[in-house]
């Protein structure tokens, strides 16, 4: 069964700050894996998918890698703003395409 | 806009009444899928939709859980007799078949009193 974990649950930095936040998976067979953003009370924004081939993929400030062989993935954002606190999900897919979520990173940046 | 949309955004109910959402997908899409989310947790797989067969169900969908598609557009889920540990926040998303990234909706919040 797989399992999702993402540290650390909350990070909190100045503004400007560039920053990592990881995610781990223990079945490396995926399809897919997608990054979430999800501000307070609200639905989920899809920030970046990696393909199962994939290394990475880039949207602006935001860049996230994917090594399947060691069930690990980075978000990386680049020069944090305020705009940027919210809760960063990370989900895999396999075969069903269900996506399995860890619990989330709380990030705050403050001015 | 041609997001996802869900119907209604808050629902408040006392414990044993009957609740139904619905869930509109992007036009295009044949996937419609229902997650779960308490909180401080990430979203919990419910059941999902190609068209209008449900292919998949969790065994967190009790007896009590019903979803249809019934013309392979919006998505209705049911929940009977509620408890109050059915309060939660219920998403629904949607995708392509072969494109296989989710996109969700607002979310409709449910208070079980």
């Known amino acids: 069964k797989q399992e999702v974990t993402q540290i650390p649950a909350a990070l909190s930095v100045p503004e400007g700050e560039n920053l990592v936040l990881n995610c781990s998976f223990t079945?490396?067979?995926?399809?897919?894996l997608q990054w979430f953003r999800q501000d307070p009370g609200k639905g989920l924004t899809s920030l970046l998918l990696i393909q199962s081939s994939q290394r990475e993929q880039t949207s602006g400030r935001l860049n996230a890698s994917l090594d399947k062989s060691s069930g690990r993935s980075t978000l990386y954002i680049a020069a944090s703003q305020p705009g940027d606190s919210a809760t960063y999900l990370c989900?895999?897919?396999?075969?069903?395409?269900?996506?399995?979520f860890g619990t989330g990173t709380r990030l705050q940046v403050f001015p | 806009d041609t997001g996802v949309s869900q119907d209604p955004r808050h629902k408040i109910t006392k414990r044993g009444q009957n609740v139904t959402f619905r869930c509109d997908p992007i036009?295009?899409?044949?996937?419609l899928y229902w997650y779960r989310q308490t909180l401080g947790q990430g979203p919990e797989f419910l059941t999902y939709?190609?068209?209008?067969?449900?292919?998949?169900k969790s065994r967190l969908l009790s007896d009590r859980f019903s979803a249809e598609r019934p013309k392979g557009s919006f998505s209705t889920l049911e929940i009977q007799r509620t408890e109050q540990g059915d309060s939660a926040m219920y998403l629904c998303?949607?995708?392509?078949?072969?494109?296989?990234?989710?996109?969700f909706g607002p979310g409709t919040r449910l208070t079980v009193l």
């Open positions: 939709f190609q068209n209008e067969a449900q292919l998949e």
């Open positions: 998303a949607s995708s392509f078949s072969g494109d296989h990234e989710q996109f």
């Open positions: 036009s295009e899409h044949n996937r």
């Open positions: 989900a895999t897919s396999h075969n069903t395409d269900k996506l399995i």
């Open positions: 079945d490396s067979a995926i399809y897919n």
